[in-house]
């Protein structure tokens, strides 16, 4: 049987990541919660996944190759409306400036801190702002390295849940703006 790079590269850590905590602990409990564990604290896929799922993509047959080009078609669509649907509606959010997404699954939104009230200096105050009095949850941009004055939101969730979030967001940033409301 032959395997591609990738896919052997991933059995082989998988292999050697579950014989070695097996056999220093001998339990398989205690493998799991490790691998929950770090699956949780991760804030995207791992190198493991990122290896091991497009190994696992790889159709074996021509019906299984067409039915998951079909599926990332599908994919793809959903995410490309899901995308629009965000964004328009945070780009309508007074005192936000935002950044289409260009083929990721989040889009960057930049505060403008002078024209929001004076409890608004910067991301992270903002973040967890829109947390506490919205329940809406978001990245603070410097946890990506970016500048102070950035969020990010990723629009991977259902459209319906998307609607409901940018709502807030826009209720949030009403109820703090200083600025005429244009």
């Known amino acids: 049987m032959y395997f591609s790079p990738s896919t052997f590269y991933a059995i082989c850590i998988i292999s ?6 097996i056999s220093s602990t ?17 804030l995207g896929a791992s190198h493991l996944v990122q290896k091991a799922v ?11 190759h067409t039915a998951v080009a079909e599926f990332r078609i599908q994919v793809q669509t959903i995410f490309a409306a ?3 649907l965000t964004f328009k509606k945070l780009q309508a959010c007074p005192g936000l400036t935002v ?3 260009q083929g990721a699954m989040y889009l960057m939104a930049s505060i403008n801190c002078s024209m929001f009230d004076d409890a608004i200096d910067d991301d992270l105050v ?3 702002l829109l947390l506490k009095e919205e329940n809406v949850f978001v990245l603070p941009g410097r946890a ?3 500048t102070t004055d950035l969020f990010r939101v990723c629009f991977a969730a259902p459209a ?9 967001i826009h209720a949030f940033c009403e109820r703090h703006y200083v600025g005429d409301i244009i």
């Open 16 to 21: 050697y990541f579950t014989t070695y905590c």
């Open 26 to 42: 001998r339990s398989l409990q205690q493998v799991k919660d490790g691998a929950k564990r770090l699956a949780q604290v991760v």
């Open 54 to 64: 497009p190994a696992v993509l790889v159709p074996p047959t021509l019906t299984d």
């Open 82 to 84: 899901q995308a629009s």
């Open 99 to 101: 950044t289409a997404p």
């Open 126 to 128: 903002f973040t967890k």
């Open 144 to 146: 990506f390295g970016a």
């Open 160 to 168: 319906g849940m998307l609607e409901d979030a940018c709502v807030r």
